[in-house]
């Protein structure tokens, strides 16, 4: 089975630039959340998508930073003219499906570098 | 506020040594889980382990060992012999379950994490 798959692993991009970040969840999961991890720093949660819905966003920055997770293909996240501090480590989880009142653990891609120049 | 605190920002010890990190959390909550989880120096995230907060029992899996306790709101992690391959950053995690009419989900908050470096 394979993991949670993350790409690019390393991304760099100039001020100003669009970073692209996509994440393919574990087969059979339909949930994904996507975390920042900043220098030495724990993860934040920023967003939880099921397929075509973004349920909780709460976490992401209002602006420049936008989620999707589309019905074919993988969850991307998209940060428009980045800045410096955009930099840091990006991990995308899943989870699978669970009905209702239950929760489950999340496994964890290998996480996208994002370096801003 | 939902909390996470790990104290121990670095620990080093020689190969072979006992060594435990401590999570202390805070929640309202009186359904939530705890995890822990290993970023090793290639950066990836391992699970480690989830516990719900009904369940106070001990865990142990090999060389590891969590300790829950809930009247002072902590998941201790303990590796026995430790060896240089358990050198990595270690989080303890709360998750905040929250319940939708499709199902449940939960977002975890991260403690800062303990570097732990083993050394020969």
């Known amino acids: 089975n394979a993991g949670v798959m993350q790409n690019p692993r390393h991304l760099v991009r100039r001020r100003g630039q669009e970073a692209r970040l996509r994440c393919s969840p574990m087969?059979?999961?339909?949930?994904v959340y996507w975390y920042r991890q900043l220098p030495e720093e724990g993860l934040k949660f920023m967003v939880y998508l099921q397929k075509e819905n973004i349920i909780d966003e709460s976490g992401m920055p209002k602006e420049r930073f936008s989620a999707e997770f589309p019905k074919e293909g993988p969850s991307i996240l998209r940060i428009q003219q980045v800045v410096r501090g955009d930099s840091a480590a990006y991990f995308c989880?899943?989870?699978?499906?669970?009905?209702?009142?239950?929760?489950?653990?999340?496994?964890f891609g290998p996480g996208t570098r994002l370096t801003v120049l | 506020a939902q909390k996470v605190t790990q104290a121990q920002t670095e620990i080093s010890v020689v190969e072979k040594e006992d060594v435990t990190l401590d999570c202390v959390y805070e929640?309202?909550?009186?359904?939530?889980?705890l995890f822990w989880y290993k970023q090793p120096p290639s950066g990836e995230l391992v699970f480690l382990i989830r516990r719900n907060s009904f369940d106070e029992q001990n865990e142990i899996s090999g060389r590891y060992s969590w300790n829950f306790q809930k009247s002072t709101s902590s998941f201790n992690f303990t590796i026995t012999a430790s060896q240089v391959v358990d050198s990595a950053v270690y989080f303890c995690?709360?998750?905040?379950?929250?319940?939708?009419?499709?199902?449940?989900?939960?977002?975890?908050?991260f403690g800062a994490g303990t570097r732990l470096a083993v050394h020969p």
């Open positions: 087969k059979g999961h339909s949930h």
């Open positions: 929640t309202r909550d009186t359904t939530y889980y």
């Open positions: 995690a709360l998750s905040e379950p929250r319940i939708l009419f499709s199902g449940g989900y939960n977002k975890l908050i």
């Open positions: 989880a899943s989870s699978p499906q669970k009905s209702r009142g239950s929760t489950d653990t999340q496994y």
